[in-house]
């Protein structure tokens, strides 16, 4: 284990010296640095599927955290029309046109309906980790990154709801009606945003109990941590959990900042209660919070190592050559169907094209998507074919989407300077 951390830190290192020279971000680096160590050195260093999931659930809610706690609650409610498109009602209507198109596309398999939404439905959500990366890199309209960000880390609940509780029970057999649907939904969405809140209020009464700042950054993980644990042992949503705490969290936080009524009037009361003096005492001053923001940034980056070294230990180049056609055709078919969902987005808005071709670029797939396709069931007619595609997607969307999301920036760097 002591060589695995040793190779794990200068691999960080080794990537993040090529991000600050290339441009290039540090999750291509690790993929490929990680790959070419599990090929010529396969016993340092092997996964199972079941450890690769256990694993990237430990990492996710601490990567998710830097993410969250970036994004302007502000921000999300005054372009909530804009993201609620992109994370839900495109990623709906994209497997929707998936559902038609691809038995003409593929017309060798025999794929039901509910088989197709599990496939799509993995497939749709986009990789947070590496789209905040890329947009972090350059300068950008802040609306733009937004959407961006915003996007990838909603409609990864979409699409985990509809994968869990529309195509699994289908796939098993389950009938479901229109009624049961809706109510699953709704129910899924209401306890995951309640346990969120539940747990982000409780947090923030601990810390102002809390004066030590170490003890104060562990109970912000420990909301995070818990609220994803909770919802997950209920089998909801976990990441929308995650969400729900960390904005909740900071509204708490920074509705302190405006308003600062923390001074304790002798005269109010003659006898105070412990409620009471908590309720007046600061959770964080400022300092505090731009400190514990910028640890959650570093200690995010070692956990986006984690995971795409261990995304990287998976990959079998000569599995992945037999399912080469399929993994091509769902690629091409996914980016065109994003294409022109963007499209409808940016034309109505009256945006930019070259804002289209962005966000576009900023559909990368990431581990969700293979944790998922590990919890299809062992005894699935196509679950190879199906780990072979969402891998190769995986692969596919990270490095070409992010490279020439890099080319297409650095091309137009002056027309979006303008839009600035």
Partial sequence: MLLLLTILLVFILLSRVIENHTKIPTTLSLIVLSFLLSYFFPHIFSLSSAEF???????????????????????LKIHYKEILYLAF???????????????????EYQLTIGMLIALFSMLMATDAITVTSIMSKFT?????????ESESLFNDVTALIIFYFIAMPMISGDSLTLIELNITLLKVLFLSTIIGLFVACIGYFIMKILR???DQLIVIYL???????????FKIAGILSIVSAVLTFKYLVKNEFIHKKFIFRKNEYSSPSLFHLVKQSPTLTKKHYREYKKESEYIGVFANAVVFVMVANIIDLFFLLEYLKEIIIVFVLTTIIRLFFI??????LNLSFKWTVALTYSGTKGALAIIMVHSLPEGFIYK????????GNVLLSTFIYTLLLMRYINKNKQNFNNNI
């Fill in 212 to 214: 030590n700042s170490f």
């Fill in 53 to 75: 999931d256990e694993i990237l659930y430990l990492m996710l809610p601490i990567i998710l955290l830097p993410d969250i706690l970036n994004i302007s609650a502000h921000e």
């Fill in 89 to 107: 009602f495109a990623v709906i209507g994209s497997i929707g046109i998936a559902l038609f198109v691809t038995p003409y596309l593929l017309p």
């Fill in 140 to 148: 950008l309209p802040y609306k733009l990154k937004i959407y961006a």
């Fill in 223 to 233: 909301i995070v941590v818990v609220s994803f644990l909770i919802a997950e042992h």
């Fill in 384 to 391: 190879e074919i199906f780990n072979a595609i969402v891998l």
């Fill in 343 to 348: 499209s409808l987005m940016t034309w109505k």
